[in-house]
T-cell receptor, first 112, second 110 residues
Framework: DAKTTQPTSMDCAEGRAANLPCNHSTISGNEYVYWYRQIHSQGPQYIIHGLKNNETNEMASLIITEDRKSSTLILPHATLRDTAVYYC?????????????FGPGTRLSVLP | DGGITQSPKYLFRKEGQNVTLSCEQNLNHDAMYWYRQDPGQGLRLIYYSQIVNDFQKGDIAEGYSVSREKKESFPLTVTSAQKNPTAFYLCATLAGNEQFFGPGTRLTVL
């Protein structure tokens, strides 16, 4: 079972920031928060991951609360091509025997 | 061009027939995975392999079989014992922090 809960769907206006929340209240101290996205009928694509500090890369920013029980993925200027299902996953780093558990995710629709 | 290849993209089979889905990678990654995805659902793990000649069952292995004779290849056979095989199948590798996915094969059993 996925250890995260996410809203089923969200809308965002093109050019605005998309803020996708994720709850992971049972996260362990050595588990990282990962975000992937899946555009329709393609394989999921890695976005970002973090442990406790906020992280930023060319795609997005990840904000993790101080108690680590929730996080938010931020797409700063959403485009139509960001329409996808976004998955929040918690996982121990470099544990090859533990697969990434992809729940149903959040379906983000970026509207023109 | 490095990556994961899954072929074909669409596959049709008659009920009762076994079918093998191909997954090839040139990323030199040891660990490979097979997932199944049904409409509107997340991914469910079928099998994974951490190294050549070794593989482990995932959450929904019944009706499926795999082999890992080469590092580059991890084929998945959907057998007639799989009761509802129509789905989107994704192959993936794992290296460090990141899981890399192939483009997927959509299998339809008629």
């Amino acid at each position: 079972d996925a250890k995260t809960t996410q809203p089923t769907s969200m809308d965002c206006a093109e050019g605005r920031a998309a803020n996708l929340p994720c709850n992971h209240s049972t996260i362990s101290g050595n588990e990282y928060v990962y975000w992937y996205r899946q555009i329709h009928s393609q394989g999921p694509q890695y976005i970002i991951h973090g442990l406790k500090n906020n992280e930023t890369n060319e795609m997005a920013s990840l904000i993790i609360t101080e108690d680590r029980k929730s996080s938010t993925l931020i797409l700063p200027h959403a485009t139509l091509r960001d329409t996808a299902v976004y998955y929040c996953i918690v996982r121990v780093l470099e544990n090859y025997g533990q697969n990434f558990v992809f729940g149903p995710g959040t379906r983000l629709s970026v509207l023109p | 061009d490095g990556g994961i290849t899954q072929s074909p993209k669409y596959l049709f089979r008659k009920e009762g027939q076994n079918v093998t889905l191909s997954c090839e990678q040139n990323l030199n990654h040891d660990a490979m995975y097979w997932y199944r995805q049904d409409p509107g659902q997340g991914l469910r793990l079928i099998y994974y392999s951490q190294i050549v000649n070794d593989f482990q069952k995932g959450d929904i292995a019944e009706g499926y079989s795999v082999s890992r004779e080469k590092k580059e290849s991890f084929p998945l056979t959907v057998t007639s014992a799989q009761k509802n095989p129509t789905a989107f199948y994704l192959c993936a590798t794992l290296a460090g922090n990141e899981q890399f996915f192939g483009p997927g094969t959509r299998l339809t059993v008629l």
